[in-house]
C-alpha cells in the first residue's frame, strides 16, 4: 500500500508489479482518472 500522494503512474505500477499481487484493484481519487492513466494500468 502507498501512503500519500502517488506521484506518477510508473510509481504505482512498480510498486503492484514488485509485491507480486494477481488480480489488484485500484483506487483513486478523481485527481488520479485520465485516460493515459487508465490504459497504463
Same mark, same amino acid.
Given at each position: 500500500? /502507498? @501512503? =500519500?500522494? $502517488? =506521484?506518477? $503512474?510508473?510509481? /504505482? %505500477?512498480? @510498486? #503492484?508489479? !514488485?509485491? =507480486? @499481487?494477481? +488480480? #489488484? $484493484? /485500484? $483506487? +483513486?481519487?478523481?485527481?488520479?482518472?485520465?485516460?493515459?492513466?487508465? !490504459? %497504463? /494500468?
Amino acid at each position: 500500500m /502507498l @501512503a =500519500g500522494s $502517488v =506521484g506518477s $503512474v510508473s510509481s /504505482l %505500477e512498480l @510498486a #503492484v508489479r !514488485e509485491s =507480486g @499481487a494477481c +488480480g #489488484v $484493484v /485500484l $483506487v +483513486g481519487d478523481k485527481g488520479f482518472y485520465s485516460r493515459n492513466n487508465r !490504459e %497504463e /494500468l
